[in-house]
């Protein structure tokens, strides 16, 4: 090789770092957008990822998630999907609210949205239907305000001889209407006395349970919302200081010290949409994926509250109970 052939060479090679940079493929970008805090929702986060990872991706590797968390201020939720959407990411994932949903829906109609809801999607307004959501959105329900009439028959079951029971909602959740109607309706068919106690703040919370006491309530049924998923251990705590006998919604709440919780796994409902999400990277159209529905219902019971609140469940309860923790 001729020596100005030579240099010519190794010029060309110097530059070979940089060309081999230069195609790599740029990561993929998840948008996480949720009305939540952090903290609470952790356990749900990792579910996520468990989906992520089933479908090939992993933080870090060939992926990345930008985190945005209202910290249950719905009014901070607009600016944060319109960052996200200035960012272009690849995929926006909303949730801990019909709210997060709602802002990412009407921040882009181009980039794909998977969601995780409570209620109904097609009701709510985010999707045309069941198995054909049409549209840049797709997602999870979990239909848990659906499953009130179920917590509260659970609940009479514990204390078959409560005259008044106390239900715990929040207004301001865009469903509140409907939940109540329909424990409303289950109450009377059952011949069973409730009152609904609204509580959208940590002070309206402190006081519905002063107030179900001074009432004459001999237990409590926390409606499925967001505002209390957040505040698992606010509620268990102010439901063993008062002694009342209290159903919620998901297992986390009965790990956590609560009597009993009747619901959908939200973990199982956080890792398809990790799936969902995955799918969409690899080229799937959320217009095409079907909205999947959480199908797996816990009744948990925790014997060591019932003990603290001096109750005896009932053996048929203790037979139906998916998990009993003791």
């Known amino acids: 090789m001729r020596r100005r052939e030579f240099i010519a060479f190794l010029g060309g090679a110097a530059t070979w770092p940089l060309v081999a940079r230069a195609q790599q493929p740029v990561m993929p970008v998840i ?10 929702w952790a356990p749900y986060v990792a579910a996520f990822r468990r989906g992520l990872k089933e479908t090939g991706y992993v933080e870090g590797q060939n992926v990345a998630i930008e985190f945005r968390w209202a910290d249950n201020q719905y009014d901070r939720l607009p600016a944060m999907v319109a960052d996200l959407v200035r960012r272009q990411v690849a995929v926006i994932v909303a949730g801990a609210g ?7 829906k009407a921040a882009t109609t181009t980039i794909p949205i ?3 809801t409570g209620g109904d999607p097609v009701e709510l307004g985010l999707v045309a239907s069941i198995n054909r959501p049409g549209g840049n959105l797709t997602g999870v329900a979990h239909l848990t305000g659906l499953l009130e009439v179920k917590r509260l028959e659970f609940l009479r079951e514990m204390l078959p001889n409560a005259t008044l029971i106390a239900v715990m909602m929040d207004p301001h959740t865009p469903y509140a209407s409907d939940q109540a109607d329909s424990i409303r309706d289950a109450a009377r068919s059952m011949g069973q006395s409730i ?3 609204n509580a959208g703040t940590d002070a309206e919370i402190e006081n519905a349970f002063a107030s179900l006491k001074a009432a004459g309530a001999q237990a409590l049924l926390v409606a499925a919302q967001p505002l209390f998923n957040v505040r698992r251990e606010f ?4 439901a063993a200081r008062h002694g009342v006998p209290t159903i919620y919604e998901f297992r986390e709440y009965a790990v956590a010290g609560g009597l009993m919780s009747y ?4 973990s199982d409902g956080y890792r ?8 969409i ?5 959320s217009a095409d994926l079907p909205i999947y529905q959480v199908t797996k219902f816990e009744l948990v019971v925790n014997l060591k509250a019932a003990k603290a609140l001096r109750l005896d469940v009932p053996p048929s309860l203790l037979g139906r109970a998916d998990e009993v923790i003791e």
């Open 263 to 266: 619901g959908t796994s939200a």
């Open 195 to 197: 009152t609904i106690l």
């Open 98 to 104: 019909t709210s997060a949903i709602m802002a990412a």
């Open 31 to 40: 948008g996480f957008l949720s009305g939540a805090s952090s903290a609470p």
């Open 281 to 285: 990277l690899k080229g799937e159209k």
């Open 272 to 279: 398809q949409t990790g799936i969902y999400a995955g799918r």
């Open 114 to 116: 998977v969601f995780s």
């Open 235 to 238: 509620l268990v705590a102010l």
